[in-house]
């Protein structure tokens, strides 16, 4: 994952949070969040700042972000963020991937998404994994663009979050609010008592001067800060 290259403007109340998360979960109780905002609010840039300063804290960060045309191949963005997609180097990732091929090879997936215990097999290599990376270092996962998660790697996401207080694990998710899709129930679920929620509001008028400072490296002219208030604080517009 590429860390946040420029600077972070106005996000400084969600990004202390997540670090005292990710001091929590290092110290041995883990903790979630999810961070939940319009596209291009900021989401990804959070979660990159966040994996910074969880890396800084010694925690191993691991990143995933859920694809709109993966979202029915089982357990998509939970591989990607365990890195099990290409040739894994090590023994655990190696047997949760062996697993996982033979869920691919009796075609299960079809049931996937009903009955939770469906894939009972694959969650539960999943969910061993983790255990075993938490073993070894602190361990922080971001999985981003949760409104396209697929429903079997969502389920491993709501089990590690529920029991997370029993790890060195740090879980962060990021989602779009609209439409209103799986990812959205699960900060709604049960498991919600164990996970802050974090609104990325659009950016206030003095981070968006700040913003448009950084980006044309001085003050910017009337007419740039003239468009800039059509881009209503997202940032992503404001850059373009
Ligand atoms: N608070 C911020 N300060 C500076 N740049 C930002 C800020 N938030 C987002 N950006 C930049 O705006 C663009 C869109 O942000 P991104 O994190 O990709 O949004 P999202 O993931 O919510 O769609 C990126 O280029 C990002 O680096
Ligand atoms: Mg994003």
Redesign the pocket.
């Known amino acids: 994952m590429e860390n ?1 290259a ?6 400084e109340g969600e990004t202390a949070e997540l670090g005292r998360l990710a001091a929590s979960a290092t110290a041995g109780v883990g903790q979630a969040a999810f961070v939940v ?10 979660l ?1 700042l966040a994996a910074t300063t969880a890396e800084r804290l010694g925690m191993r960060a691991l990143y995933g972000a859920a694809q709109e045309l993966e979202r029915q191949r089982p357990f998509a963005l939970i591989a990607s963020c365990l890195e099990m997609d290409a040739t894994p180097a090590d023994a655990s990732r190696a047997r949760a991937a062996e697993i996982l091929r033979g869920n691919d090879r009796y075609g299960l997936p079809e049931v996937l998404g009903g009955t939770g215990e469906a894939d009972f097999a694959t969650v539960e290599a999943m969910l061993g994994l983790v255990e075993e990376l938490c073993a070894q270092e602190p361990l922080a996962l971001f999985v ?1 663009d949760l409104q396209w998660v697929d429903p079997a790697s969502l389920l491993v996401v709501q089990r590690l979050i529920r029991s997370v207080q029993q790890q060195p694990l740090l879980v962060v998710g ?1 989602y ?1 609010p609209e439409p209103r899709g799986e990812a959205d129930r699960l900060s709604q679920s049960p498991v919600r008592g164990n996970c802050a929620v974090l609104g ?1 509001a659009p ?1 206030k008028p003095p ?1 968006v001067s700040a ?1 448009l400072a ?1 980006l044309c490296g001085g003050e910017p002219g009337p007419r740039l800060r003239n468009m800039a208030e059509g881009a209503a604080g997202n ?2 517009y ?2 373009e």
């Open positions: 946040f420029g600077r972070l403007i106005g996000r905002g319009e596209a291009g609010v900021g989401k990804t840039a959070v990159e981003d990021a779009r990325l950016l981070a913003l950084d940032p992503l404001v850059r």
